[in-house]
């Protein structure tokens, strides 16, 4: 299969055609005559070579932000359900948009995939890990808005911190209106009643939302409990 007359190089634009060896004289990129991806022609489908790699750094970036941003919102009560719409949308749009184009990748390096590199040799898989990106946040993605693993995590993170206060403010009885910092969160407020500790950590339509240390545990067994002693609570 030889080179159509207009074949450039796919990093300089340098003319191929006519050439002795298939490595660009310009820059050093290899190519392929039998395959189109590895060459611009005027030919419709040498676009597909935006295809046959994995997703650019920028878009893993993005996604990686993303899923931090989702992360610390579904980890704090109170401050998912403040956020939830605009994280969602924006997680849900971007991460369909990753998956699809995840997708039209995969299927292109799965039917004409290979690749030359710049010396003309195959490729050998230099950064191959980007292939795994976008699939493993968006499973982390989605698995923190369907279930309540990050709040659990999160809560076991600065459970001693938690613990500590809260025998405290049982002992005195007193409570709390400064925010500050107990273990990993950012707790708004601090209420002592004759039921327990309450720790705010965020409010929706006006509840205030957060953990309830509870010296009696009356509810063993309620989804809603952390830990013993302790629940995710809303008042
Ligand atoms: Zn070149």
Known sequence: MSLPDEAKCLDCDYALRGLLSNVCPECGRGFDPAVRSTYKSRHWYHMWHLWESPQP???????????????????????????????????????????????????????????????????????????????????????????????????????????????????????????QWIGVYRIEEIVTSADGVFFVTGSWFGDQEGFMYRPDDPEPATPNRLAPKWYCDQH
């Open 57 to 179: 750094m920028r878009t893993i970036v993005v996604a990686f932000v993303l899923t931090v941003m989702l992360l610390s919102l579904a980890s704090c009560p109170g401050q998912f359900s403040l956020g939830a719409a605009l994280a969602i949308t924006t997680c849900g749009f971007f991460f369909s948009t990753a998956m699809l184009d995840y997708l039209v990748r995969t299927l292109v390096y799965a039917t004409r995939g290979r690749y030359i590199t710049r010396h003309g040799q195959p490729y050998r898989g230099a950064g191959r890990w980007r292939w795994y990106a976008i699939p493993v946040l968006i499973l982390i993605a989605s698995s923190s808005v369907l279930t309540d693993w990050p709040v659990r995590l999160r809560f076991w993170m600065s459970r001693s911190a938690l613990e500590s206060a809260a025998r405290m403010h049982v002992a005195t009885g007193t409570s709390m209106t400064q925010p």
